[in-house]
């Protein structure tokens, strides 16, 4: 599910350049995505394990929302992370934030407990923001040649 509060949405065109531009490697985050996801994402994907899946990808939402950190504020949007931590609380498997956000993302197991996370949630995105019950795209990249 989607939670898009209403804020002013988070870095793009020049800015989002120069916050890119701005970053630094970190060897020590880097070899902690890379572990993550080789040892718990992957594998609990292969295995279709909802919570085991949820968490590691809440846990490589955390690490690169903190390399970001210092181009929007904190590890998330200033408005996302405060919905990132109800959408766990309330029972998502997972949670992070789309890309520079305000929008943020849940997942469910399944298409009642998105309906029930979508309502717990309606209330925290504020009177102008939205909530939405959605489904992965599961038909991956499409590439298309026009002339």
């Excluded at 804020?7 to 630094?24: Q, V």
């Amino acid at each position: 599910m989607l939670a898009i509060p209403a804020a002013e949405p988070g870095l793009s065109g020049g800015a989002e350049e120069a916050a890119f531009a701005d970053l630094r490697s970190d060897p020590e985050r880097s070899a902690a995505i890379a572990q993550i996801v080789l040892t718990a994402l992957l594998p609990a994907l292969v295995e279709r394990d909802l919570a085991e899946f949820g968490a590691a990808l809440t846990a490589l939402q955390r690490l690169v929302g903190d390399a970001f950190a210092p181009a929007q504020g904190g590890t998330f949007h200033p408005r996302s992370a405060a919905l990132v931590e109800a959408l766990l609380r309330h029972g998502a498997a997972g949670a992070g934030q789309s890309s520079w956000g305000p929008a943020v993302y849940g997942i469910a197991g399944g298409e009642e407990q998105a309906h029930d996370l979508a309502w717990a949630l309606d209330g925290e995105v504020g009177p102008d923001g939205r909530v939405e019950v959605v489904r992965f795209d599961n038909h991956g990249a499409r590439v298309e040649v026009s002339s």
